[in-house]
């Protein structure tokens, strides 16, 4: 089935659009599954998930933090992981940079934007990213790609166009000002009930789940 499935979206997607495999709660052997079928990304919301899998899965394919990323944790994601897509505070970008710096890397990141939902915790709010950016774009260790949003999870999809819309005026205003340490490259948008019109709103990156491995058990994020 996730063979079929992810065939299928590969073909759907307009050219330009990456498809990225929302991974959480699956096992490795479904991952490997979606990678032999095609699959290039694979996202992860928890260290520990990963953890669990990434040796497992011996495929080659890159590894994208997606989920909300407490400071702690940021050593070993670093270590892992090749972009870390939910960027939202100063002092997350700092501790990436200090860990990074050690390390000798730089490492790939997106801003997550909270593009409106008042029950979403996480992501910077849309008034807050160009000052957020203009501040890590002097964090030699840390590349700023692109930015990333959640939208509305459930419900008529085009209720996310507008916070769609709102992300990629601002992926906008920020390629214009070409920053030193930050290439708008990638805007990460649209999951399972979203995607079509994510990209219609130019995402160029999709995260999905449910429509490549089926319905999670727990329904948790
Ligand atoms: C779970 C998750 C997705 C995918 O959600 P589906 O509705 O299963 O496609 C995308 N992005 C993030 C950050 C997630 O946590």
Redesign the pocket.
């Known amino acids: 089935m996730i063979k079929e499935n992810v065939k299928r979206l590969l073909r759907e997607l307009p050219e330009g659009v990456t498809l990225?495999a929302?991974a959480?709660e699956r096992s490795a052997d479904e991952i490997c599954e979606a990678v032999r079928a095609g699959i290039t990304i694979i996202?992860e919301?928890y260290l520990q998930d990963a953890l669990r899998v990434i040796n497992e899965v011996e495929e080659k394919a890159e590894w994208h933090f997606?989920?909300h990323l407490q400071s702690n944790k940021v050593k070993k994601v670093i270590d892992i992981f090749d972009m870390i897509?939910?960027v939202d505070s100063l002092k997350l970008a700092r501790e990436i940079e200090r860990c990074c710096e050690r390390r000798n890397k730089v490492m790939p990141v997106l801003i997550e934007v909270n593009s409106g939902k008042e029950d979403q915790k996480t992501g910077v709010a849309p008034n807050d990213v160009m000052q957020l950016i203009g501040e890590i774009s002097s964090l030699d260790h840390i590349k700023v790609m692109g930015l990333?949003t959640?939208g509305p999870?459930f419900g008529d999809p085009e209720e996310s166009r507008p916070y769609f819309r709102k992300t990629r005026e601002i992926f906008e205003q920020i390629k214009a000002l070409h920053l030193p340490n930050v290439e708008m490259k990638c805007l990460s948008m649209g999951?399972?009930?979203s995607?079509k019109v994510a990209i219609e709103e130019g995402a160029n990156l999709v995260?999905?789940?449910?429509?490549?491995?089926g319905e999670?058990e727990g329904r948790q994020?």
């Open positions: 990225l929302a959480k996202g919301n997606i989920g897509e939910s990333m959640m999870r999951m399972t009930n995607y995260r999905i789940g449910t429509k490549l491995f999670r994020n």
